[in-house]
């Protein structure tokens, strides 16, 4: 008896580009992708911003359902978005896939570029790559994690008690010098971070700076940010971006830190994950 899964790929292997598929995985397709959605291609050579070029290798996709995306990526079912294909002619009008994306631009509406896609489209279909994309991101971002917690000067669980501006400043005392994406402003701010659990650098009772951007703009696009109220369990790293190495809390000097990926603010519960993957060889 074939299992959903079993005819799903049944299905793709029929379908035309079935072999441009085969040649990348789907936890390869999720790895290099932050935006997935499902849709169906509604204009070809054509584009829904402005900011956008037509091309041969720009389609309109009506969004059905996102699966995975930014938070600060406004996208949701009913949408269009306006895709740069990585090859020309690969998708028809009525086309129903599955698109792996990148942020491109983000202005009067959203443009991607493709990573790749997966044909096929129906109930069965979409429960599937629900499934199938939480499950290859987990896998992938087990190995990512473990890299990624090896890097992190300090890792916590703790919840977010205050948010302010930033004020930045140099050795001295005087402005701090961006040392990356400088032609960006990334308006920062700092989140105070009580720590309840101090897995890595840390101990419980602490308090924490932490430094993250609140710009739209897309150098930042999928970078985390903190709200007052907020439980997780971050991944710390000494701030190097900022050229302010420093923060105050109560009148006295602190290190400041960052958490810039995706992979350095997970949720509370991850904190026994995350001590399970540090004591494996």
Do not use: C
């Amino acid at each position: 008896m074939y299992t959903r899964s079993a005819m799903f790929l049944a299905v793709l292997l029929a379908l035309p580009g079935a072999a441009a598929l085969g040649q990348m995985s789907q936890a390869t397709l999720v790895k290099q992708s932050d935006i997935i959605f499902i849709g169906t291609v509604t204009q070809v050579g054509a584009v829904a911003v402005p900011e956008v070029p037509a091309s041969n290798r720009t389609v309109v996709v009506h969004v059905e359902q996102v699966l995975e995306k930014p938070a600060a990526v406004a996208l949701g079912a009913g949408d269009s978005v306006t895709v740069q294909t990585a090859q020309p002619g690969s998708l028809k009008p009525g086309s129903q896939a599955t698109f792996y994306t990148t942020g491109w631009i983000f202005g009067q509406g959203v443009a991607v570029r493709e990573v790749g896609h997966e044909p096929g489209h129906s109930p069965v279909v979409v429960a599937d790559q629900q499934a199938a994309v939480a499950r290859a991101r987990l896998e992938m971002n087990d190995a990512d994690l473990k890299a990624h917690i090896q890097k992190a000067a300090m890792v916590v669980a703790g919840r977010v008690e205050q948010v302010r501006p930033a004020e930045l400043a140099g050795a001295g005392g005087a402005p701090a010098h961006r040392t990356h994406i400088s032609e960006h402003d990334a308006q920062w701010q700092e989140a105070i971070i009580q720590v309840q659990d101090g897995i890595k650098g840390a101990q419980a009772g602490e308090q924490v700076v932490v430094r993250f951007p609140t710009s739209l703009d897309v150098a930042w696009v999928g970078t985390p940010r903190f709200t007052v109220g907020q439980e997780g369990t971050f991944l710390l790293h000494k701030d190097s971006t900022t050229g302010s190495p420093e923060s105050v809390i109560a009148g006295r000097s602190v290190p400041a830190y960052t958490a810039l990926h995706k992979l350095d603010v997970l949720p509370k519960q991850d904190a026994p994950r995350i001590r399970a993957l540090m004591q494996k060889p």
